[in-house]
């Protein structure tokens, strides 16, 4: 026996069944003929004709047309392959593979064939189910009717909250219906003697010159919402007393469900707003990737996650990737990724948006690029895979002839007095402001001595085997003139807490999850409300407590796509994926994710924004 399980989750999304019904395939020992009936309510006919199923001659209806052509709701249980059927509080329940049904208050119905399940639903007989929900069945050939007394519409009301947006048709007594949904929209189809105008609606037409005329209700009325969800109701009186009633909603919804109410007639129109769908690809290389709909209070999320083990001896490596030679180049993130031959990959750091200059740790294979800044949270990784998230401030000096300095920035401007050091990584050459000096290093020597100037100084080449020291201030200046052409220098630099073996690290921040709970470190690290506050795309990455590395990219500033996260969402959704410490890189129009050759999320900026540094997962043998 086929399981129930799907067939009821397919059913309970009234309207959601096609026009035409999937092919049938015979059950074992069930033997049946597909056909197609003209299914007509109080006199209408479907627009479609309703697909049947004929066994030991009676007409069989399944779930799918009951809801479309009826507005039959229903419910099943697995254990007892028993389908209860709901119509205005009156109900029908078969039980697949029994010749007798139970019908309002429990009253016994003997059924001309047993309910069997085929294709993708299951099958009752047409004309017990109808005649005990207290409709009339009639069927010839090639057609069935049903009827009920027409519809009185009394009014219809609608409102929106945190969970849903929800309209409620009000009327005089049970009648059938037509129920259809097409993306975002819900709508009910009513035979009426007269038509329906809501209360306080002008029921006058005006002709082409704009005057009174007496065609009866207007054609279609709409009201609307305002909602974050729902946008509004629309009636529309169409021929011989024909109503259509929609709801619609500004984005499409998991599940909308549409069920009827005794005590009084009601037909209920619901949009769920919150809701969370998966869709998990196969694991590619190590990699599992999943994709997320979200349904918020606020509007749908789409979340794009990537969960890889990098440690030691898995195929996979974690690594940090520079954009160009010098460290404020910018490429999109497909291009780097591309270059680096990397399996999946998400956008790096925060970067100055003029220059380009990054914002925080960066080392690259076990090159300094950047210290960190304010010691923000930073993502380590070992050269044999292991992870270490935390703040980490960077000690550094440098010792020239028998003097040490310590050293405030790496690849840095030059602002305020101190002293710095640039790499290649900076650029070519460097060219000393007023009051800045630098020596030029090569081979752990001095090698050329830029005094300082009044104006600017002549621009000095930095070597590709060297670097230069960049001081300004009257202390570095005594210091660094009291040396010459061809002394000893050396340089060390080491994290603050202290972590051995270090090959990529990676700034960003705020941190969002220490050991598994939310933190609101925000202000501490210095970010300010544009980071903090608010709904955005966001870029996020984790550490499970298996050591293996969680990246998560979400969509947004997208209304009826995706909204966003707040920070707190991100740190939950990475919390309930295993994450047990989490941080946030640069998010905003930077926010981009790349797999398996082609970039997987849609950009705020609807494009790909050229970023300085990205975060890889290359092969661990490339």
């Known amino acids: 026996m086929r399981s129930l399980i799907p067939l009821i989750a397919f059913a309970l999304a009234v309207g959601a069944c096609p026009s035409v019904a999937a092919p049938l395939t015979d059950p074992p020992g069930i033997e049946f003929r597909a056909a197609e009936k003209v299914l007509a309510v109080n006199g209408r006919p479907g627009q479609a004709p309703a697909p049947v199923a004929v066994r030991e001659g009676v007409t069989c209806l399944d779930i799918p047309t009951l809801s479309r052509y009826l507005g039959v709701t229903f419910t099943g249980d697995e254990a007892t392959k028993a389908v209860s059927y709901t119509f205005f509080g009156l109900s029908f329940v078969g039980q697949v593979g029994s010749i007798e049904a139970r019908g309002p208050g429990g009253t016994a119905i003997p059924l001309p064939c047993s309910p069997f399940v085929a294709g993708s639903s299951v099958y009752i007989p047409a004309r017990p189910l109808v005649e005990a929900l207290g409709m009339s069945y009639q069927e010839s050939e090639g057609r069935i009717d049903v009827a009920m007394k027409p519809a009185t519409v009394l009014g219809v009301r609608y409102n929106e909250d945190g969970e849903r947006f929800r309209t409620v048709i009000e009327l005089a007594e049970p009648t059938p219906f ?42 279609k009325i709409t009201l609307p ?19 259509r009633i929609s709801a619609h909603g500004r984005y499409e919804v998991d599940r909308p469900r549409l069920f009827t109410l005794a005590g009084p007639p009601r037909i209920v129109l619901d949009f769920p707003k919150r809701w969370e769908r998966a869709r998990v690809e196969d694991p590619w290389r190590g990699i599992q990737r999943t994709w997320y709909s979200i349904g918020t209070e606020a509007g749908p999320v789409i979340a794009h996650v990537i969960l890889a083990d990098v440690g030691p001896g898995s195929p996979v490596r974690a690594k940090v990737a520079v954009a160009g030679r010098e460290s404020r180049a910018r490429q999109p993130l497909s291009t780097i990724a591309r270059s680096h031959s990397a399996l999946a990959g998400v956008n790096g750091g925060y970067f100055a948006p003029t220059t380009g200059d990054p914002i925080g740790l960066l080392i690259q294979g076990g090159e300094w690029v950047r210290f960190p800044y304010q010691s923000r949270t930073s993502l380590l990784i070992s050269r044999s895979g292991q992870l270490a998230m935390s703040r980490y401030g960077c000690r550094a000096v440098v010792t020239v002839g028998p003097h040490s300095l310590p050293v405030g920035g790496l690849n840095e401007w030059l602002r305020g007095d101190g002293v710095k050091l640039l790499t290649r990584r900076w650029g070519p050459s460097w060219t000393p402001g007023p009051g800045q000096m630098c020596l030029q290093v090569r081979g752990g020597a001095v090698t050329q001595i830029t005094p300082p100037s009044t104006g600017p100084g002549p621009e000095v080449p930095i070597p590709d085997d060297g670097f230069l020291i960049a001081a300004q201030g009257a202390g570095a200046h005594a210091l660094l003139a009291s040396v010459g052409v061809g002394a000893r220098v050396g340089f060390q630099a080491g994290l ?18 220490r050991g598994g709970q939310w933190v609101d470190s925000g202000a501490a690290e210095g970010f300010g409300s544009d980071i903090t506050s608010g709904r955005n795309p966001r870029t996020a990455i984790g550490i499970t407590a298996r050591g293996e590395l ?7 500033r997208r209304p009826g796509y995706s909204v966003g996260m ?40 609807g494009a790909e924004r050229p970023i300085p540094n990205a975060l890889l997962l290359v092969p661990s043998d490339g």
């Open 178 to 219: 037509f129920a259809v949904e097409a993306p975002s929209v819900m709508s009910v189809g009513l035979q009426t003697l007269t038509g329906f105008v809501p209360p306080g609606v002008a029921t006058r037409h005006l002709d082409s010159r704009g005057q009174p005329t007496d065609d009866g209700p207007p054609a």
């Open 225 to 243: 919402s305002g909602g974050v969800l729902g946008s509004g109701v629309t009636v529309e009186n169409l021929d011989q007393g024909f109503v």
């Open 496 to 513: 603050e807490p202290a972590l051995e073996g270090v090959w990529d690290g990676l700034g960003g921040g705020p941190a969002i999850l």
């Open 550 to 556: 969680l990246l998560l990219v979400v969509d947004g």
């Open 566 to 605: 707040t920070l707190a969402e991100v740190a939950a959704l990475l919390a309930r994926l295993g994450a047990v410490d989490a941080m946030v890189l640069d998010s905003g129009g930077s926010s981009t994710m790349f797999f398996d050759g082609r970039l997987v999320n849609s950009p705020s900026d």
